[in-house]
């Protein structure tokens, strides 16, 4: 892939990733205060209990994992399709 291929394939599925995060961190806000009627916990406040902080760990993680692990793959679809190229594996992976 050229330069300047690989600097859109960069602003490409980086802007994909920032707005999926920034929904999943949404989701999983209100998911939390959803199902536990509390607002999400701070993990690294000491006054959190640890359950709730192990908790909003384990969900945040898998929720963001999950998360990143489809926009990857729908930003590579994407780009093979409009481009005729697959991404470099090295470009694939777009981690915040």
Do not use: C
Not at 47 to 65: C, E, F, M
Request: no cysteine; aromatic share 8%.
């Amino acid at each position: 892939m050229s330069l300047t291929r690989n600097l859109m394939w960069n602003a490409y599925s980086g802007l994909l990733t920032a707005a999926t995060m920034f929904v999943a961190h949404k989701v999983l806000d209100t998911t939390w205060q959803t199902v536990t009627g509390d607002e999400a916990p701070d993990p690294n406040d000491p006054a959190t209990p640890a359950r709730d902080a192990v908790l909003w760990a384990i969900a945040s993680g898998l929720g963001i994992g999950v998360s990143q692990l489809l926009v990857n793959r729908f930003a590579a679809r994407r780009w093979e399709k409009f481009t005729g190229e697959t991404p470099s594996p090295r470009r694939v992976n777009v981690t915040m």
